[in-house]
């Protein structure tokens, strides 16, 4: 049974950093496309990064990139997003994903689901 649970998530200011953690149980990161989404009250969810494969392969949104950062331990079986320059446009429930799958649209979904992490950014 696959498990995917988030942890670091929590209040910051603007400009401040955080950095979440995925670890995975039933399934191996260094196999699986691993993906974090988000999603804001009232606004739909929105995939912001994922890595892939052997190579490391990366995606970001544009809304994310040059800030987020995602790596993994594949000797831990954890993923990770760090978060720097958080503005209160990035507050949200931050969700791991795996099976992860990018789009025509962009990073789109995934197959197994973390419960998510709330993240507060504060003007």
């Known amino acids: 049974q696959v498990h995917l649970v988030e942890s670091g998530g929590g209040s910051v200011q603007a400009g401040g950093s955080l950095r979440l953690a995925c670890a995975a149980s039933g399934l191996s990161v260094s196999t699986k496309g691993m993906g974090w989404f988000r999603q804001a009250p009232g606004k739909e969810r929105e995939g912001v990064a994922a890595i892939y494969g052997g190579r490391f392969i990366t995606y970001y949104s544009d809304s994310v990139k040059g800030r987020f950062t995602i790596s993994r331990d594949d000797a831990k079986n954890t993923v990770y997003l760090q978060m720097n320059d958080l503005t209160p446009e990035d507050t949200a429930i931050y969700y791991c994903?795996?099976?992860?799958?990018?789009?025509?649209?962009?990073?789109?979904?995934?197959?197994?689901w973390g419960q998510g992490t709330q993240v507060t950014v504060s003007s």
């Open positions: 994903a795996a099976d992860a799958w990018i789009g025509h649209a962009g990073l789109q979904g995934g197959n197994y």
